[in-house]
């Protein structure tokens, strides 16, 4: 499965911002989904998960009662809603699938897609 995310850009601290990734192929139903994000200088950091039929889902401490991910198996999309934003949230989200849901471990995801920039200024 091929992914893109779009949607990042600049937005105040306190705002939001929804991501997209929209993935090719008939097989996203299948796939869990993740979000992960990496600022300069550090390491990839998971942000969340779904899994398969949006029932189940993993955040991050970080992310926790801000950030929410939905689907849409029907039109093959992934989103992160983020609220609340602070300048920490600043990076480069990446959207992810793996075949098993759950992990918050980057090498347990099959296909990434190239990221999108999220700037948030104080």
């Known amino acids: 499965v091929q992914l893109q995310a779009f949607g990042g850009g600049l937005v105040q601290a306190g705002g939001s911002l929804r991501l997209s990734c929209a993935a090719s192929?008939?097989?996203?139903?299948?796939?869990?989904m993740g979000w992960f994000r990496q600022a300069p200088g550090k390491e990839r950091e998971f942000v969340g998960t779904i899994n398969r039929n949006s029932d189940s889902f993993y955040y991050a401490d970080s992310a926790k009662g801000r950030f929410s991910i939905f689907r849409d198996n029907a039109k093959n999309t992934v989103f992160l809603q983020m609220n609340s934003l602070k300048p920490e949230d600043t990076a480069v989200y990446y959207c992810?699938?793996?075949?098993?849901?759950?992990?918050?471990?980057?090498?347990?995801?099959?296909?990434w897609g190239q990221g999108t920039q999220v700037t948030v200024s104080s």
């Open positions: 992810a699938a793996a075949t098993h849901y759950g992990s918050s471990w980057p090498h347990s995801y099959d296909f």
């Open positions: 192929g008939r097989t996203f139903s299948s796939y869990a």
